[in-house]
């Protein structure tokens, strides 16, 4: 009996030491992916910051998004004053049935998002509140997750982004480094608009 209680306490010590192995390994593979993330969003930002034509930036800002997060599909969409509206300026993995889709504020995720001026996840899309009933009919999407473009406070626009390659739900840590990309792309877009019409004026 006494010989049986020391196996089983070595072998319950083993176990915990194992478990505490696996725990580091872990974490430790988590940090290295955090920082080739983090590493990814500082060239973005470089990237992003260089391009002064609008068109070319939406579609950097997109495409880099997509590689950042490494969803199956984004798209950005930019606020119109006139039309009060969210207009799909750029989308990439849904096709171009997509393009030129207008949202009302409050409308799907991108529209909540705009409204409330956050951040938002939404890990079950298809029985969420914001589903948009057309879109669901169109496509398999399950998750989303979207960021406002503000600058100075005011609403320039929103990406979004859907689907986890690996399926997985959308995090914190996912939503906190696109919310980092949202921020310098806001920049990077009032940056290019202001060039753009310096550019007609002259």
């Known amino acids: 009996a006494t010989q049986a209680a020391i196996a089983i306490e070595n072998a319950r010590l083993f176990a915990s030491a194992q478990h505490e192995l696996a725990e580091r390994a872990r974490a430790e593979e988590a940090l290295t992916a955090r920082t080739r993330q983090l590493e990814a969003a500082r060239r973005t930002t470089i990237d992003i910051t260089r391009e002064l034509h609008l068109s070319a930036l ?59 001026r956050m951040g938002l ?15 669901v009919e169109r496509t398999d999407v399950t998750a989303v997750l979207g960021e ?23 995090t914190a840590d996912d939503q906190g480094l696109l919310r980092l990309f949202a921020a310098q792309a806001a920049i990077a877009i009032e940056n290019a608009q202001l060039y753009e019409a310096t550019r007609r004026r002259a």
């Open 58 to 116: 939406l579609d950097l800002l997109v495409e880099r998004a997509v590689e950042l997060i490494a969803v199956r599909s984004g798209t950005l969409f930019l606020w119109d004053d006139a039309a009060e509206a969210l207009v799909s300026q750029v989308t990439s993995g849904l096709g171009e049935w997509f393009s030129k889709v207008r949202l009302a504020l409050g409308e799907g995720v991108a529209g909540a998002v705009a409204q409330q």
């Open 148 to 170: 406002p473009l503000l600058y100075r406070d005011r609403l320039v626009g929103v990406i979004l982004l859907r689907d986890r390659r690996d399926r997985q739900p959308f």
């Open 121 to 135: 996840i939404v890990n079950e899309y298809r029985s969420s509140v914001h589903t948009i009933p057309w879109f």
